[in-house]
Nanobody, 121 residues
Framework: QVQLVESGGGLVQPGGSLTLSCAAS????????MGWYRQAPGKERELVAL???????NYADSVKGRFTISRDNAKNTAYLQMNSLKPEDTAVYYC???????????????WGQGTQVTVSS
């Protein structure tokens, strides 16, 4: 139905920057929101950033002022610009989209496969 593909992860030094991309494809009518989550080994998945209702955004306290979420609606793509990266940001980052599928009236959550971000010197 709907697929989300993340890209842009990798290894970066503390203080560095990285940009993640999430491309959504499939039977999409409307994307209500897109978000980035992350999960470190042995920990629960947590919300990092969310964009919804046009250009409204929410961020985890730990990333405010450092991360920026954005969307290109024409491309059904979300981005996460990560600046001033810290070792504590190391995790697998997952893209999420709340989607109204074509010819349906309900919305569904879809998840990408995840991309590894490692912040280390």
């Amino acid at each position: 139905q709907v697929q989300l593909v993340e890209s842009g992860g990798g290894l970066v030094q503390p203080g560095g920057s990285l940009t993640l991309s999430c491309a959504a494809s499939g039977s999409i009518y409307i994307i209500n929101s897109m978000g980035w989550y992350r999960q470190a080994p042995g920990k629960e998945r947590e919300l990092v950033a969310l964009i919804y209702g046009g250009s409204r955004t929410n961020y985890a306290d730990s990333v405010k002022g450092r991360f920026t979420i954005s969307r290109d609606n024409a491309k059904n793509t979300a981005y996460l610009q990560m600046n001033s990266l810290k070792p504590e940001d190391t995790a697998v980052y997952y893209c999420n989209a709340d989607v109204i599928v074509d010819y349906d009236v309900d919305d569904f959550d879809f998840w990408g496969q995840g991309t590894q971000v490692t912040v280390s010197s």
